[in-house]
């Protein structure tokens, strides 16, 4: 390395190591705070949740060393390795211990959390990020989490698959929304993206359609979310009013999670 490379490196502030896709935030979070209200407080579901949020925390240094996020910031960052092996390590532990105290259900859960964590790790380190598989995978990963605290509270396992899947059902459709957005407003876009992406939106609307007439309950409580990507894609914004979005998303997860927590008690769906 020059010395002019040095010195512009050693000029550059290190970079903030907080996951930087802000959606991801309410796709991770909403899920374990509504989890939490349903299933209560209990040493598994503590546990699985500081593995989940470390978990979570450590794709942004795993972004900064990969190169993802630039050079620079790779250089400027030399705290991102120990963040990393330590977010890592957090991660493992705890979620070791929620493994060992948790029930047979839950521990499938916890494996099938380390399959789409190592799967969505590895996308990203690869620069894969943006794909749609990879965004899918990342979705998938980033709401098992509440699956295991819901098993840990006693919720029995056939309500946990339909909360779970909703969850799943509702951020694909607002991800394709969002997806449909950026594309039709980037020229360089191949023009079978945004048709694609209708027809992942169509099908995720008409499944979800299906399954709450077919009596498929959990289908009603990600109304806000299915609601919230059709707008989208009928009345795409700008991108550059892209915030407007992200916020109009987390009031749908909101408004999604509190009808969970209704309907759980209303229906009472306690394991016996």
């Given amino acids: 390395m020059s010395g002019a490379t040095i010195q512009a490196v050693g000029a550059t502030a290190p970079v903030r ?4 896709e802000h959606g991801a935030y309410a796709i991770v979070g909403v899920p374990l705070v509504v989890a939490l209200a ?9 546990l699985a949740t500081i593995a989940t949020i470390a978990g979570f925390v450590a794709n942004e240094p795993l972004m900064v060393l990969s190169g993802r996020r630039g050079e620079r910031a790779r250089l400027s960052t030399p705290s991102a390795l120990l963040t990393l092996e330590l977010l890592l ?16 259900k839950v521990r499938a859960a916890l494996i099938a959390c380390v399959f789409f964590a190592v799967a969505g790790f590895a996308m990203s380190a690869a620069g894969w990020q943006r794909t749609f598989i990879a965004q899918v995978t990342g979705i998938i990963g980033l709401t098992l989490p509440s699956a295991v605290l819901l098993l840990a509270g006693g919720i029995d396992f056939v309500s946990v698959v339909g909360l779970s899947a909703a969850w799943i059902i509702g951020r ?3 991800t394709t929304a969002v997806r449909s957005v950026v594309a039709f407003q980037k020229t360089s ?3 079978q993206v945004p048709r694609i992406n209708d027809i992942v939106l169509a099908a995720v609307v008409l499944g979800c359609a299906g399954g709450f007439f077919s009596g498929v309950s959990e289908c009603l409580l990600i109304t806000p979310l299915i609601a ?25 997860n909101l408004v999604s999670g509190l009808w969970m927590i209704v309907w759980f008690e209303m229906n009472s769906p306690i394991a016996q």
Avoid: C, D
Avoid at 38 to 46: D, S
Avoid at 89 to 102: D, Y
Avoid at 229 to 236: N, V
């Fill in 172 to 174: 694909v459709a607002t």
């Fill in 38 to 46: 349903i299933g209560g407080l209990n040493t598994v579901a503590v």
């Fill in 89 to 104: 390590l957090t991660a493992v532990l705890f979620g070791s211990a929620a493994f060992w105290f948790g029930s047979e």
């Fill in 228 to 252: 919230s990507a059709i707008y989208l894609r009928l009345q795409p914004p700008l991108i550059r009013h892209m915030w407007q979005i992200g916020y109009s998303l987390l009031a749908a």
């Fill in 17 to 20: 190591l907080h996951p930087k």
């Fill in 189 to 191: 876009t191949h023009h």
